[in-house]
């Protein structure tokens, strides 16, 4: 890490520092937990989630699995994250016994004994922060099976002008502060406030999945403070397509 400035490859470590402050942080956000809840139930999983398989890449503290676990509470749920301190506050919640956390960087995730096939891959607040977005983007696409959708929920606000003023007002005035207040540090919440304006508009990003042989890709955005600025992206893994 050089002066202010957060590289991707630490982001892991910045979680780690910020891990038990992360919960209390993101409650502070209007609907940040519902907003988690409507994109996991694009996933499409059969009622309750029975017999399916789903994988909840980046899952962090567990909010994203919490979801999960409200759209498909009958599904094995599988959560994997690159920071450990994240991890330590999801396994300390309470879960049914069919969630299991484990640790592991996306980008090698058959060296943390995570394989496919998945009917569903939920990814929130992740393809943003890792240093190559497209390989994997391949690699969560290798995990599912044919048919299976992946679900993507990030920020995407380069394509409007009032998204990008929105998000300067809200991070300068409340999330940097919060986040310095909370953990003596700001640069990981100036890492997020600077990664979400740097990040793909949202049909690029939608480009993005399809030239990564993703299907049926569509494209929606929250309601609340955050439209145009939180988007969620279904998209799946051909039926006849290896």
């Known amino acids: 890490m050089t002066g202010d400035r957060l590289a991707r490859r630490h982001v892991p470590a910045a979680f780690d520092r910020g891990a038990q402050a992360y919960d209390r942080l993101v409650g502070m956000n209007p609907g940040y ?6 994109s996991a139930r694009a996933l499409s999983l059969p009622t309750g989630g029975t017999g399916s398989r789903v994988l909840d890449a980046g899952c962090g503290t567990g909010a994203s699995t919490a979801a999960l676990v409200a759209a ?5 749920i599988v959560g994997v994250d690159a920071s450990p301190g994240m991890l330590a506050q999801a396994r300390a919640k309470p879960w049914p016994a069919t969630v299991q956390f484990v640790h592991g ?5 058959a060296r943390a004994g995570i394989d496919g096939p998945f009917d569903g891959i939920f990814a929130a607040y992740l393809l943003r922060n890792l240093p190559d977005p497209d390989s994997a983007l391949g690699s969560l ?3 599912l099976r044919p048919g299976g959708a992946l679900v ?10 009032v998204a990008r003023l929105v998000w300067h007002a809200v991070c300068w005035s409340v999330i ?12 990981l919440y100036r890492y997020l406030w600077r990664s979400a304006l740097e990040f793909d508009r949202a049909s690029g990003f939608a480009d993005r999945l399809r030239r990564a042989g993703f299907t049926g890709v569509r494209t929606t955005t929250v309601t609340g403070w955050a439209r145009g ?5 279904r998209a ?4 006849d397509r290896p």
């Not at 940097?176 to 640069?187: E, H, K, S």
Request: a positive charge.
């Open 229 to 233: 600025i939180v988007h969620t992206y």
């Open 176 to 187: 940097i502060p919060a986040g310095r207040l909370a953990t003596g540090d700001a640069r």
């Open 141 to 143: 696409r290798a995990l």
């Open 105 to 109: 960087r996306i980008e090698d995730l």
């Open 33 to 38: 937990h519902t907003d988690l809840r409507r």
């Open 72 to 76: 498909a509470p009958q599904a094995r």
């Open 236 to 239: 799946q893994r051909s039926e």
């Open 152 to 161: 993507v929920h990030d920020y995407a606000l380069r394509e409007s002008p």
